[in-house]
């Protein structure tokens, strides 16, 4: 028998797991209001971990909602097939996949042999937990223009994972950038070539 931990809908941050109707969510984006008289609601975006869809959800007032039961799994990237994206479990070396909508923009930032956090839900696999930060490498980008450095201005460089990423001019063909994998937002370069994935968590 399970003993849930309930929620009250102030908890509704982004990032939490909740359970709603067997089903794991996380919470993208939420916004708390007070109505008067101490009622109160949240306005919620929902990613529901088993298929990747987002849906919209109003908790409202003592309503109470159940933590989901997430535990997780080291696991690496082995390779990509098509539109599946393939797995083995550090510790039982079980291989699995996921889809594209399940992963959603993680799969810009996939290399093989790279070692993610799996989310498993009644023993199985839903979803990959990357590292908030993670070193790639261009393999692309615009030549430069003389004065690039003192020109503010981003342009369009390719990463080894194939993602495309609004660097500033400065950036290279070989440069080493951190993204960001939330946004996929460029933050820094690194000038070690031998560095190795970031994790900021």
């Known amino acids: 028998m399970r003993i849930y931990i309930l929620l009250k809908i102030t ?6 797991l909740i359970e709603i109707s067997d089903t794991p969510y996380q919470v993208v984006s939420s916004s708390f209001n007070m109505l008067g008289r101490g009622h109160a609601m949240a306005k919620t975006k929902l990613k529901n971990l088993t ?7 109003v908790f409202k007032g003592s309503e109470l909602i159940k933590e989901a039961e997430i535990s997780r799994q080291k696991a690496n ?6 539109d599946k994206y393939f797995f083995m479990d550090s510790k039982t070396y079980e291989q699995f996949s996921f889809g594209v909508s399940i992963l959603g923009t993680a799969k810009n ?15 199985k696999p839903i979803s990959v937990d990357l ?11 615009e030549p ?16 080894e994972t194939g993602a495309s990423i609004n660097v ?5 063909e070989g440069d080493i950038i951190v993204v960001d994998t939330r946004d996929g937002k460029y933050i820094e370069r690194i000038q070690n070539a031998k560095c190795k994935m970031q994790n900021d968590n």
């Open 11 to 16: 908890a509704l941050k982004p990032g939490i």
């Open 51 to 57: 298929s990747g869809a987002v849906t919209e959800k």
């Open 77 to 82: 990237f082995l390779y990509q097939d098509k």
């Open 109 to 123: 930032f996939l290399k093989s042999e790279q070692e993610v956090e799996i989310l498993y839900f009644d023993d």
């Open 131 to 141: 590292p908030i930060k993670i070193a790639l490498k261009i393999i692309e980008a």
């Open 144 to 159: 430069n223009v003389r004065g690039d450095r003192e020109t503010p201005g981003t342009k369009k460089a390719k990463t």
């Open 168 to 172: 500033p001019l400065f950036i290279k």
